[in-house]
């Protein structure tokens, strides 16, 4: 009822770009912050993105900034993040969190050659 749905992950080459969606249903999407954290395999979870409650105030981690431009669409209760330009560093299970509470389960990214 309540949850978080990523979806838009693949497998591309460096250089390429995704488009990765988060679909919120069960609760009140425009209420909340938004974080993207990615896991690479054998590896901690690592904080990409944030975007605030409206979606004028978004952040970025530094490997990502310039590359990775996070969005949302309250109308549609879903956060996007555009990722371009990426590398294999990019690798992992990318996550999407409402308030850091609520979490979703996660669509694979595998940046290979």
């Known amino acids: 009822e309540v949850q978080l749905v990523e979806s838009g992950g693949g497998m591309l080459q460096p250089g390429g770009s995704l488009r990765l969606s988060c679909t919120a249903s069960g609760f009140t999407f425009s209420g909340y912050n938004m974080n993207w954290v990615r896991q690479a395999p054998g590896k901690g979870p690592e904080w990409v993105s944030f975007?605030?409650?409206?979606?004028?105030?978004?952040y970025y981690t530094d490997s990502v900034a310039g590359r990775f431009t996070v969005s949302r669409d309250n109308a549609k209760n879903t956060m996007y993040l555009q990722m371009n330009d990426l590398t294999p560093e990019d690798t992992g299970v990318y996550y999407c969190?409402?308030?850091?509470?609520?979490w979703g389960q996660g669509t694979q990214v595998t940046v290979s050659s």
């Open positions: 969190s409402a308030g850091s509470v609520l």
């Open positions: 975007i605030n409650s409206v979606g004028d105030s978004t």
